[in-house]
């Protein structure tokens, strides 16, 4: 069973930075690398929204119109780890983020469409 382990979520003031990694364990790299690995948020209130996503092979990118130029996603296949940063943060970013990896060559973006789910790590922006 893969399972998806987020770190680096805090709190920062506006126009800080945070930078989101997610780990994935139970998966080979070889299995790894064939995921598209995306990211979401869910603030109070709020439906879960993707910010970002990733294709297998890094070769593909996806982010929402409110993060472009702001958040950067990579991956490094061979540490089995998605990351995420975040530049420029407003309090408008605050929310839980989660790591999602879906079973598929191709570009992601509903959240039903992903398989694994890590449990989310807290990002606060203060301002």
């Known amino acids: 069973q893969v399972q998806l382990v987020e770190s680096g979520g805090g709190l920062v003031q506006a126009g800080g930075s945070l930078r989101l990694s997610c780990a994935a364990s139970?998966?080979?790299?070889?299995?790894?690398?064939?995921?598209?690995m995306g990211w979401f948020r869910q603030a109070p209130g709020k439906e879960r929204e993707i910010v970002a996503a990733i294709i297998w092979s890094g070769a593909s990118t996806l982010f929402v119109d409110s993060v472009k130029g702001r958040f950067t996603i990579s991956r490094e296949n061979a540490k089995n780890t998605v990351y995420l940063q975040m530049i420029s943060l407003k309090p408008e970013d605050t929310a839980v983020y989660y790591c999602?990896?879906?079973?598929?060559?191709?570009?992601?973006?509903?959240?039903?469409?992903?398989?694994?789910w890590g449990q989310g790590t807290q990002v606060t922006v203060s301002s």
């Open positions: 999602a990896a879906a079973i598929a060559p191709r570009m992601v973006v509903t959240s039903s469409e992903y398989d694994y």
């Open positions: 139970g998966a080979s790299v070889r299995t790894f690398s064939r995921y598209t």
